[in-house]
């Protein structure tokens, strides 16, 4: 089994910045894809940053120039930096990864709890 812990949400004013993170445990024997997600209250989940093994990244147009996403892959840990916060980032965050768990012959995915972050001044 695999958990995915993340941290770093709070409360923020328009403008500032945050860093999450999130971290995997578990019976992991390789991670590909490690993306960041965001719920917006009334809103479908949608993808903010997507990072690969390989080093490639992805962003959504909202939050290209504004958002970093990084990986320690020997801590099996993703991060997304944010800038320039504005009350539209309001949302909860979800990090998900893409596992190969030690004796498996194909990965699956994984999601966190999700951590609150709110823009507000």
């Known amino acids: 089994q695999v958990q995915l812990v993340e941290s770093g949400g709070g409360l923020v004013q328009p403008g500032g910045s945050l860093r999450l993170s999130c971290a995997a445990s578990g019976s992991i024997f390789s991670i590909n894809a490690m993306d960041w997600y965001r719920q917006a209250p009334g809103k479908q989940r949608e993808l903010v940053a997507g990072?690969?093994?390989?080093?490639?990244?992805n962003y959504a147009d909202s939050v290209k120039g504004r958002f970093s996403i990084s990986r320690d892959n020997a801590k099996n840990t993703v991060y997304l930096q944010m800038s320039s916060l504005k009350p539209e980032d309001t949302a909860v965050y979800y990090c998900?990864?893409?596992?190969?768990?030690?004796?498996?012959?194909?990965?699956?995915?994984?999601w966190g709890q999700g951590t609150r972050v709110t823009v507000s001044s």
């Open positions: 998900n990864m893409e596992v190969l768990t030690t004796g498996k012959f194909y990965s699956r995915d994984y």
């Open positions: 990072s690969t093994s390989g080093g490639t990244t």
